[in-house]
């Protein structure tokens, strides 16, 4: 039986913060246990230090930025930039989502620049539909899932898609109330604030975020959104269970 519980299944440490925190918070503030689970120990999230040390650092960031939140935190233990698109990371996934029972999921997009966000949106959609079958072999002992749960792509990075323009989303999350709180989530993360920022004058990884949710707000007239696409493909629930959780600041589209 679903729990009450939001599951967000990120490729690394820092991406549910920056794509879904005020989404989170707004559900946290709403009674719903949060479930921050990243793929990826960060090996890659340095130039400088070496792989042991900088997913120290990490998951230590993490830590405080789940806690920011009003998060639980776990890893699955991935090397950083080695998610395939494969048969035991499904598995992983398929237990993962089991042992949780979620009424919701938010995970990345199925395209994005990165292939670790990619692959996890793609997996994710690949272990949704097993978790449900009780013959899909899995080491675990909790229960297949009744139904499938809700699922939500977050935006990519930049909000960009393979054309270069602005993706479309179906929902849009009004997150005016709680944006400094997100961005205090995301920065947390400092290991990554610079590494993130490009050698070409950039701006910053925390204005940027605020900038993308700036563009999302204005799509609903708001000052700050979180942009989703409900998965609505045949045996997915069709409600918006954002809307009827959050009420007016979901806007669907």
Known sequence: MKKKQVLAIGAHYDDMEQFCGGTLILLKKKGFEIVIAV???????????????????????????????????????????????????????????????????????????????????????????????????????????ESQPYVYNTDPQGLIGVDGQIVRVNTIVDISDVIEQKLRAFASHKSQMGFLKSNRNQIDAVEKTRRWAATRGQQSRVLHGEGFTQQLLEQYPRRNILADILGDKVFTL
């Open 39 to 145: 793929l990826t120990s960060g090996e890659c999230g340095s130039k400088e230090l070496p792989a042991k040390e900088i997913v120290r650092v990490r998951k230590k960031e993490a830590k405080i930025g789940a806690r920011i939140i009003g998060a639980n935190l776990l890893c699955l233990g991935i090397r950083d930039g080695c998610i395939s698109y494969g048969l035991p990371t499904v598995k992983k996934l398929v237990k993962l989502i089991r042992e949780y029972q979620p009424e919701i999921i938010i995970t990345h997009p199925t395209i994005d620049y990165m292939t670790d966000h990619a692959h996890t949106g793609q997996l994710v959609l690949w272990a949704v539909p097993e978790a449900t079958h009780p013959n899909f072999p899995v080491q675990t002992k909790a229960p297949a899932l």
